[in-house]
């Protein structure tokens, strides 16, 4: 069959665990932050995944922070807003949940444990459920983070456990991390194959899979996220000089393969997003 819709391409700026040492360009503050999630909406990014960096620059999940990042985009452009409840590599769960009282459109969520390169990124399902209902009592729509196909059956038995609220199952298959699912055209064809019939997904490679799974997701029909969270080079042995350009090649490429870039209002439509309560 040949993908109709739209595609959704999501920026994800920023990061947890990324630092200038390693990409000189990465956005910091919340109004570096703001400019650049707008200059990769005018390339074509519908939706921004956000993570949040304290005065010294380093990971936080603070409300307060988040706070001043959602203002900063607000005041910009209209993109959905998606913050991360994976923050980074060791926080705590009470940590991790403070951007959901802002009531984001969306929130990530990931659902297992996962080896992340030397580290490990835990996620215990009684975490991850909590995390679920916490979502769900403020309106928001939960993106399931994907890092390996165990997790997709483990985000299906908690809706089907928890089916009271019909909302919009959405994914994003995150390939390539050192530890989880390999970033490959075969790993996107296999892992939508699972999804059940209505359900969204967009697909991430890590590093030099980027490519191949852009590719890969846009023939599928899915959708399409990357930013310096996922990336740091724009080309092999090459740093990328801002989000906005990784953003504005998916862009080329979305329309080369004969497929249309959604503005932020198709997206909120694809993702049922006035259905739900939160506007962050
Ligand atoms: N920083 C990673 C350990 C998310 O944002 O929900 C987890 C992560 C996933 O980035
Ligand atoms: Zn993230």
Redesign the pocket.
């Known amino acids: 069959m040949v993908p109709v819709d739209p595609v959704i391409i999501t920026v994800a700026p920023v990061?947890?665990?990324l630092s200038r040492a390693e990409q000189p360009n990465l956005p910091l503050t919340a109004e570096e932050i703001g400019a650049e999630v707008a200059r990769s909406a005018e390339a074509g990014a519908s939706i921004v995944?956000v993570?949040a960096r304290d005065e010294a620059g380093e990971p936080t999940q603070s409300r307060e922070a988040f706070a001043r990042i959602i203002e900063a985009i607000r005041a910009r452009c209209d993109i959905v807003v998606q913050t991360?409840?994976?923050?980074?590599?060791g926080m705590s769960e009470a940590h991790r949940s403070e951007p959901l009282d802002l009531r984001p459109e969306m929130a990530?969520?990931?659902t297992g444990t996962v080896n992340?390169g030397d580290e490990v990124?835990q996620n215990p399902f009684p975490m991850v459920e909590r995390i679920f209902l916490a979502m769900r009592e403020r309106g928001i729509l939960p993106e399931f983070?994907i890092f390996d196909s165990g997790m997709v059956d483990t985000a299906l038995r908690l809706v089907a456990a928890h089916d009271a609220t019909p909302h919009r199952l959405h994914f994003d298959f995150v390939l390539g991390v050192p530890g989880g699912m390999r970033g490959s055209p075969g790993a996107v064809a296999f892992l939508s194959s699972l999804l059940p019939d209505g359900a969204t997904w967009t697909a991430t490679g890590i590093g030099r899979t980027h490519l191949p799974v852009t590719l890969a997701a846009l023939a599928l029909g899915g959708n399409v996220r990357t930013g310096f969270?996922d990336t740091i080079y724009y080309a092999r042995g090459e740093l990328g000089a801002s989000n906005a350009d990784l953003i504005a090649r998916v862009a080329r490429l979305t329309r080369e393969a004969g497929r249309a870039v959604a503005t932020p209002a198709q997206a909120r439509e694809m993702l049922g997003l006035g259905d739900l309560g939160g506007r962050g």
């Open positions: 990061g947890g665990e995944h993570h991360s409840t994976g923050g980074s590599v990530t969520l990931t992340f990124f983070e969270e």
